[in-house]
Every structure is written in C-alpha cells, then in structure tokens.
C-alpha cells in the first residue's frame, strides 16, 4: 500500500439486498433477524461485508443465494447509503440491491435456517439502521422500471393468467384497474403469446395461460403503461 493511501481513513464496504417477492395478491420484502450486534435479534434486510477478492455485485450475488438458494435472479443495483453513522459499530457504506423472485421457487427451509419472514410492504416491522429507507427507495424504483420494462414478470410464474397479471401490477402500484381497460392495453402491445392451456383452480371454466415473450419486447421496447 502506498503512503498516499495510508494517508486515508479506513472503512468498511457492505452489500444489503432488498428481496422481493409476489403471492399472487400482495409484493411482499424479505427480512431475516440480524444475527450479530449492534441491534442483534432485530428484523434487517440481509447483508455482509464484501470481500477483499470479490467485486460489490459478486458480494450482492452471494448474499442474495444464501438467502434464497438462487442464483439466476434479476437484481438492480440500488444507491448507495453512507451517512457517517448509519452504523454504531463502525465506519459502514453500503451499496444496496433490489431483487425480484418468484416465491415458488423460495425454499422455505431457509426461513426457518436465516429466521426469515415475509411482510407485506404496509406492514414492514421497524428494522435497523436505514434499512426502512433502503427499502421505500426500491419500491419507488420498481414502479418507475414497471412502466417501461417488463420488471414484473420476473414476479410471476413462466405460466400465469390475466388476473394473476392485473393483480400483480395493482399490487406494484397500489391501485384498480379496470379489468377489461387493463386486458385491452396488455393485449395491444402483442408481447404475451396465449397458451391452448387452462388454470382451472380459480374457476370451473378456467382462464387461459400466458407466457410473455422476451423476444418480442426486445424488438419493440413498448412502454406497458
């Protein structure tokens, strides 16, 4: 190390992963009990110091597999929080991440392993540190990527049905649609390919499948609303 860089203040870069997650009715975040001190037992998101070998994404991409088990998911840098005492313990910037993951494939043995729950974004419990605007930030950011990009559909199961898609993007907004107005304007912009098959637990009819077409989208980059 060189004199210059000695000159410095040492500090401690760490990673914090906003996880989200849709049931089908509500978006939902993912916090685990923090499990060493300062303000050990209390609901955080999950994070860890990133390492001297691995770049701030890789530790992101780590933090966010133990928790999760997977390690294909769409993850967006977020910003970066370092108010001088954000961190009782120490000198702490951290570089936040939102992911997006389909709740099917949660493994739920690990709730029990990390003491992980998932609350509905209105009933967020107090969590440490600024944890709660990391958190407010993301939300605000998944609704400004929800107009222009197919973010939701990470949400959704590969398969999923035009009430299942409402519901989602109502869930993202916190508001109605009209149902008909809502299946005109996804219908339009030609970007899901309608399945032969039918979800038949939700009604004796059942209701058509859907599956959305990446390709399709990359060719029109259409605003979904």
């Not at 399945?195 to 599956?211: D, I, P, V």
Request: proline letters at 2%; glycine letters at 6%; charged letters at 25%.
């Amino acid at each position: 190390m060189t004199k210059a860089y000695q000159e410095h203040d040492s500090l401690y870069v760490a990673v914090d992963c906003i996880i989200f997650g849709f049931d089908g009715t509500e978006i939902k975040a993912l916090l685990v009990k923090r499990a060493l001190e300062p303000e050990k037992g209390k609901w955080s998101l999950m994070g860890g110091f990133v390492g001297a070998k691995e770049s701030v994404h890789d530790a992101a991409s780590r933090v966010l597999e133990n928790l999760t088990g997977l390690d294909n998911v769409y993850m967006e840098q977020l910003n970066c929080f370092g108010d001088v005492k954000r961190d009782e313990a120490a000198r702490v910037v951290s570089i936040a991440y939102f992911a997006l993951i389909k709740l099917d494939d949660y493994e739920e043995a690990l709730l029990k392993k990390h003491q992980a729950g998932w609350f509905s974004l209105n009933k967020i419990p107090p969590v440490v540190f600024d944890h709660k605007e990391m958190i407010a930030l993301s939300i605000e950011r998944l609704q400004q990527k929800a107009v222009g990009y197919p973010i939701g559909f990470e949400l959704l199961p590969a398969k999923f049905t035009m009430q299942q898609l409402q519901a989602l993007y109502e869930a993202v907004y916190n508001t109605h649609f009209d149902k008909r107005n809502f299946t005109k304007k996804i219908l339009s912009l030609n970007l899901l390919n309608r399945l032969s098959e039918k979800e038949k637990a939700t009604s004796r009819k059942g209701s058509f499948l859907y599956m959305f077409d990446k390709r399709k989208y990359n060719q029109s980059k259409k605003l979904l609303f």
